[in-house]
């Protein structure tokens, strides 16, 4: 069962949150202000925190700074009355992982929240399962039962990453970016001879499939 940390000085918006998360099946504790946060984090482990980003004592950056700083990797959904776009890169820089504005949306929260669970469990466990095929992040490889299949890293990293994200759609810039790095005299046309190899490679596999969305990108879709 996921532990969520909600971290809101408002007592009825706390227990507001904390109500519609329960009854989504989540555990939850409740913090009013950052450094109580940080008491309740030394006391227990949790999986996410949503926090309020105008709090006394220590706000929301800071809370989230002080978290980063001390290698907490769980993940911060931070929610807050601003909404310039100054506000919202703040939070970003300090290492904030999604970021909702006010009046919350309950269904748009808890899909937000669901979203960070899923892709914190596939960093933390180092591995993605589709069906009968694992993908291996240590040792940069595919298996699929007798078979496996070690991969080029570039070419795992680029699996790893869409088989992430299944049905978003990344630019080839952005996969260059992350990939080969902001740096990379690589050009585009490099992630495109990748994704040609890896559908060769794996064009057997049921399980999953790398598409190209004309004029944007690729996305990969799960069947398993």
């Keep these: 069962m996921f532990h969520i940390l909600v971290v809101e000085d408002d007592k009825n918006t706390n227990k507001l949150m904390g109500a519609i998360l329960r009854a989504e099946g989540y555990t939850v504790t409740a913090a009013f202000d950052g450094r109580e946060a940080l008491d309740r984090l030394d006391e227990r482990q949790?999986?996410?925190?949503?926090?309020?980003?105008?709090m006394p004592n220590l706000d929301g950056y800071q809370l989230t700074e002080t978290l980063r700083a001390a290698n907490y990797t769980l993940p911060i959904l931070m929610v807050t009355a601003k909404e310039l776009p100054e506000d919202k890169h703040r939070g970003f820089l300090v290492g904030t992982d999604d970021y909702m504005t006010k009046p919350?949306?309950?269904?748009?929260?808890?899909?937000?929240?669901?979203?960070?669970?899923?892709?914190s469990r596939i960093v933390n466990e180092r591995q993605i399962t589709i069906g009968s095929v694992v993908l291996g992040y240590d040792s940069l490889t595919v298996k699929r039962e007798n078979e496996s299949h070690a991969l080029p890293p570039k070419e795992f990293y680029l699996l790893y990453k869409l088989l992430a994200y299944p049905g978003q759609v990344f630019t080839r810039l952005q996969l260059l970016d992350e990939i080969w790095g902001l740096d990379t005299e690589s050009g585009e046309s490099t992630v495109t001879v990748h994704i040609n190899r890896l559908r060769k490679r794996f064009e057997h596999f049921p399980e999953f499939e790398l598409q190209a969305v004309r004029g944007l990108g690729y996305r990969?879709?799960?069947n398993g």
């Excluded at 949790?46 to 105008?54: E, N, P, Q, R, S």
């Design 46 to 54: 949790f999986d996410l925190i949503v926090a309020d980003v105008m």
């Design 220 to 222: 990969a879709v799960k």
């Design 104 to 119: 919350v949306d309950k269904k748009e929260m808890l899909l937000r929240i669901a979203a960070l669970l899923r892709r």
